[in-house]
């Protein structure tokens, strides 16, 4: 089998790509930590963020596997949108809400499940995301497979509920839902709509989200070297993708104030 060739870097917009953003967080703008509480956002970042928002008028979004709660915690409360947990909650850029409803027993069965499982193999440590139980084996790595093995094992007594695989986390999650949707329901509206998507992310829950920016014409940028991947662009780390969002705010502010220049010219 050939090699697999290298990804490009992603380009910048030029003066008359109307982009729209949709970036995943951890392990894209946020780099991995060994537990998820542990991660926080500089101010530099989310003012990168902020500024990157009003250059796109709006047309920017949050793509994550965390809960909105967690996310508002992280970002101050932000006024873009924002998918959580893999696009079972939604917040559009008007602020109104869409979530998927769990009962109660379900989640609770379903954190007990876990619980056990996590409990079976010391290492593995459990999240509760409320709908959704991640188990996180970032701290012991060679338990992967055998986590992959005892969550398969588990689903069929979890009706509803799917597997889904991520970088040294397994997470049980309610069916029908994933970011490749989120970003469509995204895009249906303002200021997202007729424009181009451009996905950023890098574990395999962001492969949705790539296809769907390569189905609507838009860029895919993978931040790491997981292969294999429908991502068209490539970014090396969570480093490389904040230093490229830096060159695209400045792209942005700058085909602006051309565009406004050459405008001006002509009167």
Same mark, same amino acid.
């Given at each position: 089998m050939s090699a697999q060739l290298p990804l490009p870097a992603p380009p910048v917009p030029g003066?008359?790509?109307?982009?729209?953003?949709?970036?995943?967080?951890?392990?894209t703008l946020l780099d991995f930590v060994d537990h998820p509480d542990q991660v926080?956002?500089?101010?530099?970042l989310r003012e990168l963020i902020e500024d990157l928002y009003g250059a796109l008028d709006g047309a920017l979004a949050l793509v994550s596997g965390r809960s909105l709660d967690d996310l508002d915690d992280?970002?101050?409360?932000?006024?873009?949108?924002?998918? @959580?947990? %893999?696009?079972?909650?939604? #917040?559009?850029?008007?602020? &109104?809400y869409r @979530?998927? %409803?769990?009962?109660?027993? #379900?989640?609770?069965?379903? &954190?007990?499940?876990?619980?056990?499982?996590?409990?079976?193999?010391?290492g593995v440590m459990m999240e509760d995301k409320g709908m959704a139980v991640a188990l996180h084996c970032r701290t012991s790595p060679q338990l992967f497979e055998r986590l992959r093995e005892q969550v398969q094992g588990v689903l069929p007594s979890l009706a509803g509920y799917e597997m889904q695989p991520g970088n040294m986390v397994i997470?049980?999650?309610?069916e029908g839902m994933d970011k490749g949707s989120a970003v469509a329901a995204l895009m249906s509206a303002w200021p997202f709509r007729e424009r181009q998507p451009v996905y950023v992310g890098d574990d395999l829950t962001d492969e949705h989200g790539f296809a769907m920016a390569n189905l609507e014409g838009g860029l895919s940028i993978r931040v790491g070297s997981r292969e294999p991947s429908l991502a068209r662009y490539s970014l090396s780390d969570p480093a490389a993708a904040r230093a490229w969002l830096f060159r695209v705010l400045h792209a942005l502010k700058h085909g602006a104030l051309s565009h406004a220049h050459s405008s001006g010219g002509k009167h």
């Open positions: 003066v008359d790509d109307r982009w729209a953003l949709f970036l995943d967080v951890d392990g926080c956002v500089h101010s530099r992280l970002f101050g409360h932000p006024p873009w949108a924002m998918a @959580g947990l %893999h696009g079972l909650e939604l #917040r559009g850029a008007d602020g &109104r @979530g998927v %409803h769990i009962g109660a027993s #379900r989640r609770s069965l379903v &954190r007990d499940i876990a619980g056990t499982v996590a409990a079976a193999l010391p997470e049980l999650k309610p």
